[in-house]
């Protein structure tokens, strides 16, 4: 069975001075004002093309399902989340598996729904809790709403493209399926948190 992929820095008020050496460092208010400036149109593009060549690269990691590959291309996802809020990370998540989409349409719709379900919410908390504590609250909101649409997506789409009946897929959750997901979960969460700072100081210079 083939994997089914698995600051707004506001102007104090009454005052008129919020020179732009005031704003956040994280802030993401040209994307939310609309201003979509050269250099983030950019960063967005390598942040895509990064995720591309992550979506690529497929590693064995769960010795009893090795037919189930891990790819890093979540960690992209939720350092982009994270570095410039939750509408970078639904641009980089959807736009990352288009090369995917001719070739495995089921794969893709999976790999898309479970990318966009854990670097939204993580990115939507880090936005409102912008500590290292948020972070890692917002990789455990997202990780939980990945999993349950990664089991679910699989309940519902493997049976469409596979010789499976829902009850076949539905036996494989427990010894398969969720550890999988988990372990998968758990290298994005775990990646993000140990360098999504460095990176997101990086790219805001």
Request: charged residues 10%.
């Amino acid at each position: 069975m083939k994997e089914t992929r698995l600051y707004m820095s506001m102007p104090s008020h009454g005052s008129q001075s919020s020179a732009p050496h005031n704003r956040d460092s994280h802030s993401t208010s040209d994307i939310e004002e609309g201003r979509w400036s050269t250099r983030r149109i950019a960063i967005y593009a390598l942040f895509v093309s990064l995720a591309i060549v992550a979506s690529f690269i497929e590693l064995p990691v769960f010795p009893a399902a090795p037919y189930l590959k891990y790819d890093p291309s979540g960690i992209v996802s939720l350092i982009s989340g994270f570095a410039f809020g939750p509408m970078a990370a639904v641009i980089v998540s959807v736009l990352s598996w288009v090369p995917h989409l001719f070739t495995d349409p089921y794969g893709t719709l999976m790999a898309v729904a479970v990318a966009l379900s854990l670097s939204v919410p993580a990115s939507l908390v880090y936005k409102r809790v912008h500590t290292r504590k948020g972070a890692l609250l917002g990789i455990i909101v997202g990780s939980v709403c990945a999993l349950a649409v990664a089991l679910l997506g699989n309940l519902i789409i493997t049976p469409l493209y596979a010789n499976m009946s829902v009850a076949q897929v539905a036996t494989m959750i427990l010894p398969i399926l969720l550890p999988f997901n988990l372990l998968k979960l758990a290298i994005h969460g775990i990646v993000t948190f140990l360098i999504y700072k460095p990176i997101s100081m990086l790219v805001h210079r």
